[in-house]
């Protein structure tokens, strides 16, 4: 039996297929292509602004520049770091995950909620507690403590996920014949999680090149910092283009090296889709020694902040600072984190549709080009805006609408990932009912499938949200004059050594973080029985 649509007597099915059927060549089909390549492009603009502005100096001054033994000892000072961050993180994150997965380690479920939390602690949050407890923790191994700390639940969490839902039918078999726990753990269990390796290690290294205000505290100089005194401090906007084009190469050879390593050792997961779960390895004599290693993890990821945090609210405010009220500070913070998290909610929907919609190679690189955003660190965004409203949008400059768009840039691709997973839940053939009905392309959208991906745009909202309420750097360099938020006014008293005056901000920048954190635990960890997935290796 075929089905035909009411304005054709056509079957349905010997139409054309769906990446050119969808919107066909009526009027408005090209509404969507049209709105999903403008978002992609103004959210990717960062990249040609930064590179239009070093092109400025020509040339020859570009490379008198890059020459300097500054640049040299920058490159030397952010790749250290880098490799011994994401190496430490990769070791940590797995180990963690493989002991709260597929071990019989008591408290497995409170672990695995504390070895996330430390994302709810913006990484200069950690560097100032660090700091103001122990001011000997500085240069690469301060750093490399305090960074390893905060970030290393980027490679736990999605492991943890692949460990959860991968099958553990050939570690089973491996082991039945005659595969001790290492040779198994290091023949099956390590390929399998070889993408969610690559993947956390790719957050960890961007992270890492674009973080200012942990590294600022800790002393120790990367490119982030350089580029933010030559803006903040000579306002040379030239040296420090040259420089985020700098950053930004680094950081698309990691992504690159990224997706050449998951080409290469990438590979479909196969979920459980029994209701058996894996049987707990059991630990036996080292289950001592594995509680106490995941203790130390936790304590010193969590404990020495939390501890840090509690320690100077007892303690009090010690500043010659004129005081601020932190719960003007908040709402403050909350409008602009929030305006920001809806424009970009919003502006997600027309491109995650129109790669839902049409798997061409133009949906893809649209859909591809804003992922690579991810790649651009705060203050090269920064940059990128400023230069556009000095520019061309003088009135603009240090106004409202430029701080949320430069939260946008920023955190677009979180909220492209939440809307894009939301609807692939959604069957296809649900918007094709709904048309071969006679029901017009924005009624569809409007009662059938943005209805359908409500969880994910509320996902959205939240993380865009919450993520943008302790952004640090780019605010230091967009906010309206006159204007804190709660990250910069934690600024402004701790480079004034004011520990005690410092705390209750960051303090409300880590509760407003913990709903997020349990969001994004919750949705990576979350029961996935009744799906399969297939994206390990993407």
Known sequence: MTLTSPSSSAPLATRP?????????????AALPLTAMVVALLVACPLGF???????????????????????????????LTAVVTAASLVLGFGAAWLVERTDLPLRRTFTVLAAMPLAIPEFVHGYCWVSLMPSVQGLWGASLVMVSSLYPLVFLPVAAVLRRSDAGAAEV???????????????????????LAGGALLVALYLLGEYGAFAMLRYTTFATAIFTEFETAFDMTSASVLALVLIALALLIVLLQAWVVRQRGRVVRERTSGRPAAPIPLGRTKPLALLAMTALVGTAVGVPVYALGYWLVKGSSTTLPSASIWSLTLT??????????????????????AWRRETRLARAVEQTVYL??????????????????????????????LVAGYVALFFPLALTAVRSSLAQVPHAVEDVARSLGTRPLAVLARVTVPLILPGLGAAFAM?????????????????????????????YTTGLAWGAAAPYAAVMTALSVPAVLLLTRRTLGDSRTHTTREAGR
């Open 50 to 80: 930064v590179a239009l502005e070093a092109g400025q100096s020509g040339w020859d001054a570009t490379r008198q520049l890059l020459g300097r033994p500054m640049v040299l000892t920058l490159l030397g000072h952010t790749a250290a």
């Open 373 to 402: 955003t991810r790649a651009l660190p705060g203050i090269a965004v920064a940059l990128a805006v400023v230069f556009f409203a000095i520019r061309y949008a003088q009135p603009l400059y240090q106004q409202a609408p430029l």
């Open 464 to 492: 865009v949200g919450l993520t943008a309420s302790t952004e640090l750097t780019a605010t230091l360099l967009l906010r309206p004059t006159g204007t804190d938020t709660l990250a910069t006014q934690f600024w402004t």
């Open 17 to 29: 297929p769906r990446s050119s059927r969808l919107g066909g060549w009526r009027p408005g089909a």
């Open 174 to 196: 491996a082991r039945s014949l005659g595969h001790g726990r290492l040779s198994v753990l290091w023949r099956v269990t390590l390929p399998q999680c070889r993408p969610a």
């Open 333 to 354: 913070t909350l409008g602009y984190a929030l305006g920001a998290a809806a424009v970009a909610t919003a502006a997600a929907i027309p491109v995650a549709l129109y």
